[in-house]
């Protein structure tokens, strides 16, 4: 240490503060408001649920497989399932959906002479084309019961609605520049009901949940009026004669395809 300075006072050491408890209590209620205010500015307000979120959505390739007295006339068919649905009360298992299926059940394939050109000349050759076509449309609503958490979700539907058949016969065009042409051979409308279930893997795709999606679906005409490839003739004037059916015409389908569920806020994920 060095030795003071004649006549000049030794220097005095900085005031030590006093401690926290020290402090009055207007002064801590002052601190504690400017520490928290920009906490407080900080936290994120959750969006505002919207109608909008709970529509769902589903597109599916079908196989269709009769079942009891058509199996006996028919082997099979495949075509497509879309259908739209609407949750009416958020994050529960209760959906009103409809949708429509488009499958093929019977076809025959012919081989007729047809007229093509080129920029030099025409020709005669054969072409192979769809001669005749049967199908089934369905027409349904009703509802769904959907496990609302987890990856693998099981679901289950009950259905009612309608089932057209429509059978056409074409013609190939007779010219390069000409139409096929389409004749209707036969269409019915029957009532008719279905039901189902399956299993739907599911994750988040852009804040929806989504997935791929299995399922088994038995649709049940039971008084149905139609026509297979077995019931048209075609006369030598070129007309047909088309014997329907009638009977239950009963299809066990299935679904696979991909699913887009209920848009899930960040604030109600659990």
Known sequence: MRPALAGVPPPHPPPTPPPL????????????????????AQIVRPDAPSWTDQWVFGFNLVGGVPLGEFRSHEDGGAGLEVMAGYQP?????????????????????????????????????????????HSMMVLHGGAELMATDGVWRPFAFALGGLTMFRSTARLPASD??????????????NTSTAYGGGLRHVSTFIGREAGFELSARVTRNANASYVNEDGVTQEPDGSWTVTPRNGAAN??????????????RWNERR
């Open 21 to 40: 408890t020290h402090l009055p209590v207007r002064s801590l209620a002052l601190l504690i408001l400017l520490t928290g205010q920009p906490l407080h």
């Open 89 to 133: 009360f958020r994050r529960e298992p209760l959906v009103l959906r409809a949708g429509f299926i488009g499958l093929q059940y019977g076809a025959h394939h012919a081989r007729g002479l047809q007229r093509v050109c080129d920029d030099y000349s025409c020709w005669t050759e054969f072409a192979v084309y769809q001669a005749r076509s």
């Open 176 to 189: 390069p520049d000409g139409m096929e042409e389409e004749r209707s051979l036969f269409s019915s409308d």
């Open 251 to 264: 299809l066990l389908g299935i679904h696979v395809g991909f699913w887009i569920g209920p848009r899930i």
